[in-house]
């Protein structure tokens, strides 16, 4: 279980996930440009609802055209104007947690991982994942155990597995972490 106050806390209870997050006002019918946070861009078919984190408000999809990279151009029916459209800009936009993508094997979502008991290869408890952080190789989780944290590259030479059901990951703990 995440430690009272940790940043596992407030991912734990945090129902929404953002699915994308919009960059600017895109021209002067009402569009936003927004860059995708994963999954396929049927998630985004006209008639979808989403919601802005920052407000709540309830959002439909009333069109939505491919970009660029992960960059998608999106027109919602509550927003006909580029002035209301405009009130998205740096928003992020969610959806509740039962409307997740289904994920392949050896995915997870960070909010998952949030909170699990992370042991060594040979079961000795090293604390609880904080937080997973992106950098440019590989996202990385943080293991935190009172105010001691370790990173840890999410790759198989340091992650051995995941059972998010049992509420645990394994990892292989650095050279220094041996002494």
């Known amino acids: 279980m995440p430690e009272a106050g940790s940043p596992a806390s407030a991912v734990a209870a945090t129902p929404l996930l953002r699915v994308a997050h919009v960059r600017r006002v895109h021209g002067v019918r009402g569009e936003v440009r927004a860059q ?18 920052r407000d709540g408000r309830r959002l439909t999809v009333a069109s939505s055209r491919p970009l660029d990279g992960d960059d998608i151009l999106l027109a919602f ?28 094997d050896d995915e997870w979502f960070v909010w ?22 992106e950098q440019p190789a590989s996202d990385v989780i943080v293991v935190g155990a009172g105010t001691d944290e370790r990173r840890y ?4 030479e340091w992650v051995e597995s995941v059972d998010v059901a049992a509420g645990v990951v394994v990892v292989t703990p650095w050279h220094e972490d041996l002494d």
């Open 36 to 53: 995708t946070l994963g999954g396929d861009l049927g998630r985004f078919a006209p008639g979808t609802a989403l919601l802005a984190e």
């Open 153 to 156: 590259p999410l790759v198989r």
């Open 112 to 133: 998952q991982l949030v909170g699990l008991r992370v042991v060594s290869n040979d079961g000795e408890e090293l604390g609880v994942v904080r937080d997973v952080e």
């Open 77 to 104: 029916t509550e927003l006909p104007s580029r002035e209301e459209a405009a009130t998205l800009s740096g928003d992020y936009l969610c959806v509740g947690r039962a409307q997740a993508r289904a994920l392949g």
